[in-house]
């Protein structure tokens, strides 16, 4: 018996790369390139939830529309989901402007992104909602490749790009889920 996977379906463990396009209420807000699909490893939370549940099983060449419900995209909006921060505690090397997304340790140590709401004059307020929260997505998708993951990719849960070596090491990465951040500065 072989236990070779088989690289005709979407399935755990497997590098997908899939054209896309994501509309929220009728209007297109992010699509992939022509040609440059997104690459992503199936089953490790790459992409959000929802989707990865969508296309388990799609095989090269299927397009499908998928309908994923806030829930299992980025969350309900949380209207509690706000923290005000006086200025004087603030990171200094961090700019005090509106849209600019940080990172912030809660209690249990654990990396939260947060947006910049408001900046007043004795404060920072922090938005942790995600700017699509509470919103419902379509994608529109594709399958236009499937392999397998290299040893590597699968210890660090995600797509090594050729054009870089992974600086990763030991399977401890930058990056949490998503793709290889390592080189982010030679592929931009
Ligand atoms: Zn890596």
Do not use: W
């Amino acid at each position: 018996m072989s236990t070779k996977p088989n690289l005709n379906k979407v399935e755990k463990d497997l590098v997908i790369s899939m054209d896309y396009e994501l509309s929220v209420e009728g209007d297109v807000i992010d699509y992939s390139e022509p040609n440059d699909p997104l690459e992503f490893v199936q089953g490790h939370g790459n992409i959000i939830q929802g989707l990865e549940e969508a296309i388990d099983g799609m095989a090269t060449g299927d397009s499908k529309e998928v309908f994923v419900k806030a829930i299992d995209a980025y969350g309900e909006y949380d209207a509690d989901g706000f923290v005000e921060v006086p200025k004087a505690e603030f990171p200094e090397d961090i700019p005090m402007e509106v849209g600019i997304e940080i990172s912030v340790n809660n209690d249990d140590g654990e990396e939260m992104a947060a947006f910049i709401e408001e900046v007043s004059l004795e404060a920072v307020t922090l938005n942790f909602n995600h700017p699509l929260a509470g919103k419902d997505l379509t994608f529109k998708v594709k399958i236009v490749g499937i392999r397998e993951a290299t040893v590597e990719e699968l210890e660090h849960g995600h797509v090594h790009f050729e054009d870089h070596d992974c600086c990763c090491e030991d399977g401890e990465c930058a990056s949490e889920g998503g793709e290889c951040t390592c080189g982010e500065n030679e592929k931009e």
